[in-house]
């Protein structure tokens, strides 16, 4: 199989060292000549490549060259896959965009409501340009994006790019859910195969069976109604915070049982008791701050200290694999299934066409390649059009630079609704945000 070159974007992210070790567990599915990790953090992301250098010379010899820089054409000239992960203003200011909305009553999420709109807000620009500088040195490589919020990054690409059918826009959440239902079944995660449709961070399965026809969708709904749903994968399994994020699975499924909910329903289908169970002095933000985040730079420090990896678990997580896998597919014309973000065009025809759906598609040469899903009923059809509502006057505040937009916008949110609320955290979110949203009037 030939090799490929792969570049990180935000190689100094939390999730960069998982998915180092999940290209090391995944070497035969997508063998590397050489990795390299760009981030504009010098300092942030060496600590990482450091340790990076050791791991991969221990445990990836076939590996022909490894760098880190800073340098845009060092990175992007000659990549043939390139991940984006990214965070505009770090998570100081995720800690900012999840405060401020629990502060007027409301959920204060990464993606979701209040947050959700001021992070897309920043996240656009630096995409904008990011996906520019990189098309400027590398017509050719696939760009598999998952910076957040995927929803509202995704449709600013989408506007700006809108055929470049080499850029990929995907969440690893529903196969994160996929991965907790393979392990209640006793199955391989990658022998399931799931019917999925819906928005990012907002859709449901409506089916789950193996690849040899067995359907499991009422077993899983049965057990997620009389069990403890849970978070199972490395990076999350652990957590209390995605534990609790879980088990309220159990609880959507019993209230809405037509269909598996995705875990980011949560903050929509009951936004009053998610936001009483929030606290502003320790939001998710400060959570991974004082977890993951000191979890994952103490490793390097252990790394870099003993020249080696003795007693470091570096074992693959879901989400590297996922994208290592979706790389694999695009790369060597597998035509393999995954869930992706795409352009609706009547893969649902009643939602609007230039929606982007959640939805499964075999991934080739040709990019992505979706199932139809047919037309959804009237429950689902309402949720759907009003969240991509809310995400479309985003979008239209972002480049028109209309205040009023971003109003209507948190108005139509159903994590926010109340138009006193939604001008109150607009000004304050707009405060906060004045080094890194355009212009508004
Ligand atoms: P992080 O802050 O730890 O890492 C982000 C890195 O990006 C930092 O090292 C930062 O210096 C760098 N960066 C910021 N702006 C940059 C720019 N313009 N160019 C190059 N580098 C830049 O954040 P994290 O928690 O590791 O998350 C990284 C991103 O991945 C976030 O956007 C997060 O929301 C996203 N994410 C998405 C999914 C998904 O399902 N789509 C899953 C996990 C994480
Ligand atoms: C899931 C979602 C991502 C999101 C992440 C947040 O993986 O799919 O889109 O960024 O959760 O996780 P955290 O642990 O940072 O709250
Ligand atoms: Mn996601």
């Not at 445990?59 to 760098?67: A, D, N, R, T």
């Not at 035509?335 to 939602?351: D, Q, V, W």
């Not at 939805?359 to 992505?368: I, S, Y």
Request: hydrophobic share 35%.
């Amino acid at each position: 199989m030939k090799k490929s070159k792969l570049t990180i974007l935000g190689g100094g992210s939390t999730y960069t060292l998982g998915i180092l070790m999940s290209l090391i567990e995944e070497s035969n599915h997508l063998p590397l000549s050489e990795i390299t990790l760009y981030d504009t953090d010098i300092s942030r992301q060496e600590k990482i490549g450091k340790a990076a250098n050791i791991l991969l010379k221990e445990h990836y010899p076939s590996l022909e060259k490894f760098e880190y820089t800073s340098n845009q054409s060092t990175a992007f000239k000659d990549a043939d896959i390139i991940f984006v992960q990214i965070r505009t203003g770090g998570l100081l200011m995720r800690e900012l965009d999840e405060q401020i909305p629990i502060q007027h009553g409301l959920v204060g999420q990464e993606t979701c409501g209040g947050g959700g709109m001021s992070y897309g807000l920043r996240s656009i620009p630096d995409m904008l340009q990011l996906v520019e500088a990189i098309r400027s040195i590398n017509k050719e490589a696939w760009i598999l994006n998952y910076t957040n919020p995927a929803a509202i990054v995704g449709l600013a690409l989408d506007k700006v790019f809108p055929d470049d059918n080499r850029l990929l826009n995907i969440c690893d959440m529903p196969i994160a859910i996929m991965k907790s239902y393979a392990d209640i079944l006793d199955e391989d995660v990658w022998n399931l195969e799931a019917d999925y449709f819906g928005l990012n961070h907002f859709g449901w399965f409506t089916k789950i069976q193996n690849k040899y026809g067995h359907d499991y969708t009422s077993e899983l709904k049965h057990l997620i109604q009389n069990n403890d749903f849970k978070p199972t994968d490395k990076l999350i399994a652990n957590d209390p915070s995605w534990q609790s994020t879980f088990k309220q699975a159990k609880q959507m499924v019993q209230d809405f049982e037509e269909y598996l909910p995705n875990t980011y329903l949560q903050y929509y289908l009951y936004p009053n008791q998610l936001s009483q169970k929030e606290s502003a002095n320790n939001t998710r933000a400060r959570q991974v701050i004082n977890g993951r985040e000191k979890e994952v730079f103490n490793d390097c420090d252990t790394i870099i200290k003993q020249n080696n990896t003795e007693n470091i678990d570096i074992s693959g997580d879901i989400h590297g694999v996922y994208m290592i896998r979706i790389a694999a597919s695009l790369v060597h014309h597998l035509k393999e299934r995954f869930i992706i973000i795409t352009r609706n065009e009547g893969i649902i025809p009643n939602l609007p066409s230039d929606a982007l759906v959640e939805v499964p598609a075999l991934l080739g040469r040709n990019g992505a390649e979706p199932f139809k899903v047919g037309e959804i009923s009237t429950f689902y059809k309402g949720l759907l059009e009003n969240q991509y509502a809310y995400e479309k006057l985003v979008l239209e505040a972002y480049f028109e630079n209309d205040y009023n937009k971003l109003l209507q916008a948190l108005v139509l949110n159903r994590t926010v609704i109340d138009t006193n609320k939604a001008k109150n955290v607009l000004s304050d979110l707009f405060e906060a945000n004045k080094e890194y949203w355009p212009n508004l009037n």
